[in-house]
């Protein structure tokens, strides 16, 4: 890993905390079941400093967890936080604004969105002309997901 990234240290990090030996392997123990951002910079398990948006990550086979950076948790899972973390940023900065799909299957899961408001993410995600009710309910919406991420160690149920 370039730019900061020690990939040698991650690997260093994370093999220890899983059950598997080989990191091709390990990896695939692992998935992500919670982000924050951060209110002071922290530094990733890789050594790379400033981290501001935080990924806490889960290992299925051996119940261990860890918190990497969102560029680690997409290099290292091959998962794309990356795209959660821009649609939290178009909804603060807009809250009439939707959430992307994988945002809204995220928040689903980890039961921040309940059945009815993922429908209606799903439904009205691509219009842009809602009814004032529509607009109301997305703006609810959107700030329930602000909420969720401000609480440090956010998860919800994996």
């Not at 790379?48 to 967890?65: A, D, L, Y």
């Not at 009815?116 to 799903?122: A, G, K, V």
């Amino acid at each position: 890993m370039g730019d900061g990234y020690n990939f040698q240290q991650l690997k260093k990090h994370i093999l220890p905390l899983s059950h598997a030996g080989a990191w091709e392997v390990a990896v695939k123990e692992w998935s992500l079941v919670g982000i924050h951002e951060a209110d002071e910079p922290e530094t990733c398990p890789c050594g790379h400093f400033p981290i501001m948006e935080v990924c806490s990550i889960h290992n299925r086979v051996t119940g261990q967890s860890t918190e990497v950076g969102n560029i680690c948790v997409k290099r290292f899972l091959g998962l794309r936080s990356d795209l959660i973390f821009t649609a939290i940023k178009r909804i603060r900065k807009d809250p009439d604004k939707s959430l992307n799909a994988d945002a809204i299957a995220f928040f689903y899961e980890r039961r921040v969105l309940n059945e009815w408001e993922y429908n209606f993410c799903q439904n009205t995600m691509r219009l842009r002309n809602l009814t004032s009710a529509q607009l109301s309910k997305r703006r609810d919406i959107n700030h329930k997901v602000l909420t969720a991420i401000q609480r440090r160690g956010f998860q919800g149920p994996a």
